[in-house]
């Protein structure tokens, strides 16, 4: 018998796509309480920032400024919080998240207890705006 | 009766100095859990990656990849763990956490509920070896 380890970030999106080069996918999380909450993933499984190249550093960090900069446009967020954090899955990847003052966890970061019923209220169309919004800034 | 609001990391180091430029220091934070816990702090007080000029955001991230290195070759974390958020304190800064899998809240963030009781157990001279390191990487 033999064991496979299996990355999640190598087997799936992680999300619904809004972006992707050669190097790195944007897409999308699924979290009813975060809406905006995007991930920027390295396609290739490293681990850590320092195990990129600096040209590889900057590609990955210019895109994460892009997605920061589309959800302060669309979103209007009270705050941003970027971690590149991977304990569980330690394939390189970088969470960006609007914050709000009424959101579930704020000020306390979205990983520990809820301190209340968050209350994400938006236009139908802000995921639409959020993708346009995205590709405008990465594609072209 | 006039209001003043104070910014923690205008006012104090926001931990113990390793070293500093005109833009930006780097401290040790004071967590008996997580030793070689720095924080890179932008000297100015913005609150967002997207607030910088491309220069300014690519000397800030210079000294947190040089701080990762450090850490990563001083501490042997298994894994780091990156986070600008400011929700309490909305000022640029940087965390760069060591994590260990015995440590307190592996594989959570550091940020929730404690998993068990950290074990962080170095050489006494840990923290003189990571000051030197992290000063031979970012003085010239």
Redesign the interface.
């Known amino acids: 018998m033999t064991t496979k380890t299996v990355c999640e970030l190598c087997e799936q999106p992680g999300g619904t796509l809004l972006w992707q080069d050669s190097s790195c996918r944007v897409v999308l999380v699924e979290d009813a309480d975060y809406p905006g909450f995007c991930r920027v993933i390295w396609k290739q499984h490293v681990?850590?920032?320092?195990d990129l190249s600096a040209p590889d550093?900057?590609h990955l960090?210019a895109t994460?400024?892009a997605i920061?900069?589309a959800i302060?446009e669309v979103m209007k967020p009270d705050?941003?919080?970027?971690?590149?954090?991977?304990?569980?899955t330690?394939h390189l990847h970088w969470h960006v998240i609007p914050?709000y003052r009424h959101d579930k966890h704020?000020?306390?970061?979205i990983?520990?207890?809820g301190q209340r019923a968050g209350k994400p209220a938006f236009m139908p169309d802000w995921q639409a705006r959020l993708k346009q919004n995205v590709n405008s800034r990465l594609s072209g």
Chains 1, 2 share one sequence.
């Open positions: 681990s850590e920032m320092t550093r900057e960090m994460v400024y920061e900069a302060r705050k941003i919080n970027l971690a590149s954090l991977g304990n569980l330690p914050r704020f000020p306390q970061p990983w520990g207890a």
